[in-house]
């Protein structure tokens, strides 16, 4: 009984970590994704002198998404009232910290 108990939490223990090493794999993962969707939605913002995302990159994302049938159609106030309520600090713009925090 007592080798029993001893395999089963050497079982238990190891089949922890490894769901540990997942869980954290899987956000790393995750943090790394919406880095990339962040840059890709900001390239070439800089140029124009925003830092961010712009109203204008929002209205022209939430425009072709709308073009998507699977998806459902957000209608332009709603993408307004979307990108003020990510804006938290009001510039107009939407930070890579604001980003994070929504998503």
Not at 37 to 60: C, N, P
Not at 64 to 79: D, F, H, S
Not at 81 to 100: H, K, M, Q
């Amino acid at each position: 009984f007592t080798l029993a108990s001893f395999v089963l939490a050497v079982v238990y223990s190891e089949y922890q970590d490894s769901l540990k090493k997942r869980v954290l794999e899987r956000f790393s993962n995750r943090a790394n994704n919406l880095r990339k969707a962040y840059l890709a939605l900001t390239e070439g913002q800089s140029l124009k002198g925003a830092e961010g995302i712009t109203r204008e990159t929002t209205a022209l994302l939430i425009a072709e998404l709308n073009k998507v049938g699977a998806i459902a159609y957000v209608p332009l106030e709603t993408a307004t009232f979307l990108f003020n309520t990510l804006d938290d600090d009001t510039s107009g713009n939407i930070s890579l910290s604001e980003f994070y925090d929504f998503i």
